[in-house]
C-alpha cells in the first residue's frame, strides 16, 4: 500500500514538473534598465580636481595644464570585488 502511494505521487509529480515549466515561459523576463547616457565624452576636458598621490601629497589637475599630458582612466568598481 505504501509503495503505491509513492508510486502514485511521483506519477503525478512528474506530469506536475512539465506544466511547471511551461507556466514560467509565459512569464515575461525584464532585462535590467537602461544605462544613462555618459556625462563624459573621449577628448572633452575634464573637470579640475585635488586628490593625493603615492607619496601622499596633494595634486591638483591643472596644475599640469601647458605642462604634461595627462590621461585619466576612471575603473568603476577596481579592486572592491563588486
Avoid at 573621449?42 to 599630458?69: H, W
Amino acid at each position: 500500500m505504501l509503495r503505491r502511494t509513492a508510486v502514485l505521487l511521483l506519477g503525478v509529480l512528474a506530469l506536475s514538473v512539465p506544466r511547471a515549466g511551461v507556466w514560467a515561459q509565459g512569464e515575461k523576463k525584464e532585462g535590467p534598465p537602461p544605462r544613462p547616457a555618459p556625462a563624459f565624452k573621449v577628448g572633452d576636458t575634464a573637470p579640475d580636481f585635488t586628490m593625493i598621490d603615492q607619496n601622499r601629497q596633494k595634486v591638483q589637475l591643472s596644475s599640469f595644464k601647458g605642462k604634461k599630458n595627462v590621461a585619466l582612466a576612471f575603473v568603476v568598481f577596481a579592486f572592491t570585488g563588486g
